[in-house]
């Protein structure tokens, strides 16, 4: 009997250490259960408050902040929002003007590799599948349409992420091949842009350096003046040549394309930056390039033996000349920025003239390999306009052994909008 008792105590102990066991397992299922939700929520919410950064940044690059504000105020997400930008532009083309322009949307069926397989033999005129005609500006050239390079480059690279591709007419992209040299050059993409222009600009040009004052009532205060001048920019045109082999033209339109495109790019890039800073136009009266412009500050021969007594004479150069320096940047080219990099701000301190945070006697260094060894350009160049007038031109000449010179040819037009806002540096001849 004793040993039954026993027996049925050890079995209820048991069964009371199984359910506690069983109870613990339930708690800590409902505890996993509990932190799994709360990380998911986290998840949720960061996820939603990146969408609402791109909401907000979409909306500052459309113009559409106010939009963008209601869309996140509501909760809403960002395909609702590309979805509504789409509208808002198909609502804004009723009244756009394309005069001057041919209709992108009409240009989807154009081919550039088929225009230059035709000429070189490859296909027959039957098996175009655009109107030649109304691309041909001579028998030998081709004026592209605007939006032929939108199959390559997305204008808002480097601004927006993949998921505002198709947030946009392509109506509204001016120009795709300056706005990917823009991306491409630290310098062209602070310049001032005007694109798809069609004659001569004049841009007014404001030197007025007024004070505020404290008003004292009752005596006589002397006025200040303004000081006004205009910029005019007129259309001088590029020329940039690309290699073909006649092996090349039996590549797939796309890949053709896409060779021709990138080639322009570069080369139209090096060259806009030459203009910029040495060529300008090559004529007498008109800008002659940044480093030939009068009226800017100078700094010279600052690479012989950077200091950073030196190198803070480039600032003081534009606020003595009453110049905001908020926004202005340093350019050199690479090898002069490794000798920056490894020189130090005084004798045995391991501190160099360029920060660890890319910043050059606090202002940010960039580099750009136009410029000539020795030169240095400090300024803010919301200064330097840029401008283009139509559209890009190409024109295709056999070469004896199966080449072919695609020549392009670009209608720019450059000028300085404040000289005041640059200093330049060079190691000049002693």
């Known amino acids: 009997m004793a040993k039954k008792f026993n027996d049925e105590d ?19 299922k409902e505890l996993e259960d509990e932190e799994d939700k709360k990380e998911l929520k986290s998840k949720n919410l960061s996820a939603r408050l990146a969408e609402q950064q791109e909401i907000a940044k979409a909306g500052a690059l459309f113009g559409k902040s106010e939009l963008a504000s209601e869309f996140i105020a509501k909760g809403k997400s960002l395909a609702e929002f590309k979805d509504e930008l789409l509208l808002s532009q198909q609502r804004e083309i009723k009244t756009f003007s394309t005069k001057g322009a041919r209709n992108c949307m009409s240009d989807s069926n154009f ?10 033999g490859v296909i027959k005129s039957s098996d175009l599948r655009f109107n030649l005609s109304e691309y041909q500006k001579t028998n030998t050239m081709l004026e592209l349409p605007k939006s032929f390079g939108h199959q390559f480059a997305n204008p808002f690279n480097g601004y927006l992420n993949d998921n505002l591709k198709g947030a946009t007419h392509d109506e509204f992209r001016a120009d795709l091949l300056v706005e990917q040299m823009r991306i491409e050059s630290d310098i062209l993409n602070k310049c001032r842009m005007f694109a798809g222009l069609t004659n001569e600009i004049v841009i007014p040009k404001d030197l007025s350096t007024l004070t505020a004052e404290k008003v004292v009532y009752g005596t006589e205060q002397a006025s200040q003046n303004l000081d006004f001048d205009v910029l005019k920019i007129s259309p001088v045109t590029l020329r940039i040549t690309v290699k073909l082999t006649h092996q090349m033209l039996y590549m797939s339109d796309f890949d053709l394309e896409s060779i021709v495109w990138r080639e322009s790019v570069r080369a139209f890039k090096a060259k806009f930056e030459n203009m910029a800073l040495y060529e300008g136009y090559g004529e007498v009266g008109k800008f002659a390039g940044l480093f030939a412009t009068n009226g800017i500050a100078r700094n010279d021969n600052y690479m012989k033996a950077p200091t950073f007594a030196k190198t803070l004479d480039f600032e003081n150069a534009l606020i003595s000349a009453n110049y905001d320096p908020s926004n202005t940047e340093f350019y050199a080219n690479k090898t002069d920025i490794n000798i920056l990099r490894t020189t130090e701000k005084s004798a045995n301190t391991g501190i160099y003239l360029i920060d660890k945070d890319n910043t050059l006697a606090g202002n ?31 024109s295709m000449l056999p070469q004896p ?21 640059f200093c330049l540096a060079q190691n000049t001849i002693i």
Do not use: P
């Open 111 to 120: 081919s550039l590799a088929q225009a230059l397989k035709l000429q070189a």
């Open 10 to 28: 050890i079995k209820k102990d048991d069964e009371l250490e199984k359910d506690k066991e069983e109870l613990e397992q339930d708690e800590d």
């Open 364 to 394: 940010k260094i960039s580099h750009c390999q136009t410029l000539k060894k020795g030169d240095m350009v400090f300024g803010d160049f919301s200064n330097l306009a840029l401008a283009t007038f139509g559209n890009l031109r190409m």
């Open 401 to 421: 052994a199966g080449l072919y010179i695609l020549e392009a040819f670009y209608d720019v037009g450059m000028g300085v909008l404040n000289e005041k806002a």
